[in-house]
DNA sequence: GTATTCTTTGTACAGTCGTACGGTAAATGT
DNA sequence: ACATTTACCGTACGACTGTACAAAGAATAC
């Protein structure tokens, strides 16, 4: 009754060698033939396993997003407090054998944001997911406004210096101001006239 | 000897009304024949004021840096202090009716990140106008590094927030967390152990 | 063995791309 | 008037695009 079995193994060895061409050769040209001729196999082949083009841009932001996260974002779900976690987050993003992947994710979040419909998901998870972590890693004690606040912080500030990075190269000058910006999240005093009761934390756990 | 002169003025408009174009369509596919149809000329007319493509491209970014410099830049260099300067950038770069330009901006700035040989100019550039304003406007008293860091700082964290409010659109948030960015640098207190004479500027000039 | 399903590939087609070529109308200098 | 240069446009060509169609080889169930 059943006939060949649908060979999933396949199409993920093919789909993490697209994702490496993609990250090496750039999104936005992104075409079948090229990439079939790179990765030696037919144009046909690709189509078979992928379906549309679009379909095919999905499953590699999807492969992506696992890979950047399993590189970085499980990392500071860990951590005991939210200044050890940005540093961490960080140490991750700004290494240079990483570089690569931010540049083509960057490609990727500033086409989202000219084709939000086509990106939909990409922009919803974009900042969500980090935000997550982030509110977690700073403790149930924390005022949530007050979490809220500094994870939207951490992650802007971060990325911004990564564009910086990314666009410059200078990465003295960039880590000089991480280091900085760093610094007073493990030195915090609360602004006058805030409620804020998280002073520095004691390791909990 | 000479025949008919060149009209630089209807370059200009034309270059304006593809720049519109641009924003409003996006950056990605943009192609000859639907921005000559709907400016209402033929494809040739632009080819002819423009040359190439790429040309077109290299006049498309520097039009559009001259438009947001114009809104955000110069109001920038004019103000007494860093902390003012940097409020200024904000409430310009996060107004609502300039979000189609800096969606159109980072998707530039993507782009440019995956081919950098071809946006040199934009990459130099992307950083170090408004880094050179915002040192200016820390005044010559400020320690050079310590300029540095800050005007580093200042446009890593807009422009991190400005990704986080045009992808998410959450307004509110943002601008929360924009605003304890700001308080940050209104009440700046050296951070322990670092020798930084810059403490809340008394209105110089 | 046969039947069935999946994998891979080649070919082909309609569409879009950038742009080279050629020609006409308009504006200048002599 | 004339020559010259620019402005604008239509046509055309080769390259590339996504993908529909068809066919061959491989792996399963019976």
């Known amino acids: 009754m059943a006939g060949r079995p649908v060979d999933h193994q396949r199409r993920a060895e093919l789909l993490d060698a697209v994702v490496d061409y993609t990250v090496e050769h750039g999104f936005s040209d992104l075409s079948w033939r090229p990439v079939a001729a790179a990765l030696g196999v037919s144009t046909m082949t690709l189509v078979h396993h992928f379906g549309t083009k679009e379909q095919m841009l999905v499953a590699i932001l999807g492969r992506l997003r696992e890979r950047m996260f399993a ?14 976690a940005a540093r961490a987050a960080w140490t991750r993003t700004s290494a240079p054998e990483r570089a690569a992947e931010f540049r083509l994710f960057f490609a990727v979040y500033g086409r989202a944001l000219q084709a939000p419909e086509q990106f939909a998901e990409f922009l919803e998870r974009v900042v969500a997911d980090w935000m997550n972590a982030l509110r977690d890693a ?45 610094a007073t999240l493990e030195h915090r005093t609360p602004p006058p006239g805030a409620h804020d009761r998280a002073g520095p934390p004691a390791a909990r756990r």
Chains 1, 2 share one sequence.
């Open 71 to 84: 590189a970085t974002g499980d990392m500071v779900g860990e951590r005991p407090d939210l200044a050890a």
């Open 138 to 182: 700073q403790g149930p004690e924390t005022d949530p406004a007050t979490a809220t606040r500094t994870a939207t912080l951490v992650i802007a500030t971060i990325r911004g210096l990564l564009l910086d990075l990314l666009a410059t190269g200078d990465r003295d000058r960039v880590q000089d101001a991480a280091e900085s910006f760093l």
